[in-house]
């Protein structure tokens, strides 16, 4: 399944300077308590520390102790000298010497610092060939598949084999719903399936020779696959039998994402000139409603986080937004110089995108309140062009034209 679920990054401990915007003002509060024998006791009032940090979603502490709250949130602390830590995965921790004057008003905003160059997504040496596409069943079985038909396999989410799908043709797409069985897509209308995670292949008929560009299972039995021309494919046989569906477009179709068997979102348009599609269905295809679109880039994957909250990544370094399930798109913005190519995630607001133009440089972008915001996380020597993670765990993998990449 194309999940896009998971990546934790163990977080640094030496602290680093903070890009800082500090505005005090003081207010004149008097606390007034009955103390004993009736007389009144004046106390210093606390002041209010409001917190916000970027990216957000911080683990704020004050006074090396853990307040269990996360950025952005206010504090309550008592007039005099203080000390602010802030944690975030893949971020340096930021810590912050602060003076309270009573009942004073603190608006704090720090500009986190991503760790620079080794942040874990490491590559795999033995890896020669372009990867298109990156798909992992759990923690430890994932596929990535590339040109040339060739498929790489591992059962330990870190070492890589290389074994073959019997076809020279390009593989595009991939899907691994479960640890056994699992699907490819690609050139000339080709799909194949292995039922022993990835060791062995065989062919399915599609019934097109039209470019198959992406697939998406969300169990053993009901697919789709895209294509060019506008193809959509659906099976409800584990891929046995393939059904084509009235997209209602004749652009090329890049990316596939179901949540279940009935909602389902294809976008694309990555011919130039042909502008973006966005399609969406609520019947597992027998249907495709075309969505207004949001610009001429073409958009080259989407994925969603919730029956609501969805995205759609492309080129220009386009990110596009959708909080009703699809019906309508704003542009979150164009977060990048270069072409976005693919989404994952790892929990409902923690997001990565990864991108880079052929014969260029690759780029990891993080997004940590469910694709509102995008901050650059790191750069690769080559474009990426596939990523995938599984929820709740710290384990990442991303691959393009320099091979493999993984994040342990």
């Given at each position: 399944m194309k999940s896009k679920r998971g990546v934790l990054i163990q977080r640094s401990h030496f602290a680093a300077p903070a890009v800082l915007l500090l505005c005090i003002s003081a207010v004149a509060l008097t606390a007034v308590l009955a103390g004993c024998g009736g007389e009144s006791v004046t106390t210093p009032p606390e002041g209010v520390i409001s917190l916000e940090s970027l990216p957000g979603r911080a683990r704020i502490y004050l006074d090396n102790q853990d307040t269990h709250k996360l950025t952005p949130d206010s504090l309550y602390v008592h007039p005099g000298g203080h000390k602010?830590?802030?944690?975030?995965?893949?971020?340096?921790?930021?810590?912050?010497?602060?003076?309270?004057?009573?009942?004073?008003?603190?608006?704090v905003s720090v500009k986190l610092q991503a760790l620079p160059g080794t942040l874990g997504w490491l590559q795999v040496p033995e890896v020669g060939v372009r990867i298109f596409a990156v798909?992992?069943?759990?923690?430890?079985?994932?596929?990535?598949?590339?040109?040339?038909?060739?498929?790489?396999?591992?059962?330990?989410?870190?070492?890589?084999?290389?074994?073959?799908?019997?076809?020279?043709?390009?593989?595009?797409?991939?899907?691994?719903?479960?640890?056994?069985?699992?699907?490819?897509?690609g050139e000339n209308g080709r799909i194949v399936?292995?039922?022993?995670?990835?060791?062995?292949?065989?062919?399915?008929?599609?019934?097109?020779?039209?470019?198959?560009?992406?697939?998406?299972?969300?169990?053993?039995?009901?697919?789709?696959?895209?294509?060019?021309?506008?193809?959509?494919?659906?099976?409800?046989?584990g891929g046995l039998n393939w059904t084509p569906q009235v997209s209602g477009t004749t652009k090329a179709l890049s990316a596939v994402f179901f949540l279940n068997t009935s909602l389902g979102w294809a976008v694309g348009g990555f011919v130039p000139g042909e502008g973006q599609v966005i399609l969406r269905t609520t019947n597992g295809g027998q249907s495709w409603s075309s969505r207004p679109t949001v610009s001429n880039s073409c958009l080259r994957d989407v994925m969603f986080l919730s029956t609501f909250i969805g995205l759609s990544v492309g080129d220009d370094g386009l990110v596009i937004r959708s909080t009703d399930g699809g019906l309508t798109w704003s542009e979150i913005g164009h977060v990048s110089?270069?072409?976005?190519?693919?989404?994952?995630?790892?929990?409902?607001?923690?997001?990565?995108?990864?991108?880079?133009?052929?014969?260029?440089?690759?780029?990891?972008?993080?997004?940590?309140?469910?694709?509102?915001?995008?901050?650059?996380?790191?750069?690769?020597?080559?474009?990426?062009?596939?990523?995938?993670?599984?929820?709740?765990?710290?384990?990442?993998?991303?691959g393009g034209e320099g091979g493999l990449l993984v994040y342990r």
């Open positions: 602010l830590t802030l944690f975030l995965d893949g971020y340096r921790d930021s810590t912050l010497d602060i003076f309270m004057t009573e009942a004073g008003v603190m608006d798909s992992f069943a759990s923690l430890l079985y994932g596929l990535a598949v590339g040109e040339f038909g060739v498929v790489f396999r591992t059962a330990d989410g870190a070492t890589w084999t290389q074994t073959s799908s019997g076809f020279s043709d390009d593989l595009f797409g991939v899907s691994f719903p479960t640890q056994w069985r699992a699907w490819a897509c399936w292995s039922n022993d995670y990835g060791e062995t292949w065989e062919p399915l008929s599609s019934g097109t020779t039209a470019d198959l560009r992406d697939i998406c299972f969300v169990d053993i039995m009901h697919g789709w696959a895209v294509g060019d021309s506008g193809i959509v494919l659906g099976t409800t046989d110089p270069v072409a976005l190519r693919s989404l994952a995630s790892w929990s409902n607001v923690d997001l990565w995108a990864v991108g880079g133009e052929y014969g260029g440089w690759g780029t990891i972008l993080r997004s940590t309140d469910s694709g509102l915001t995008w901050y650059p996380f790191d750069e690769t020597v080559h474009a990426l062009f596939a990523v995938d993670a599984v929820e709740g765990t710290a384990s990442g993998w991303a």
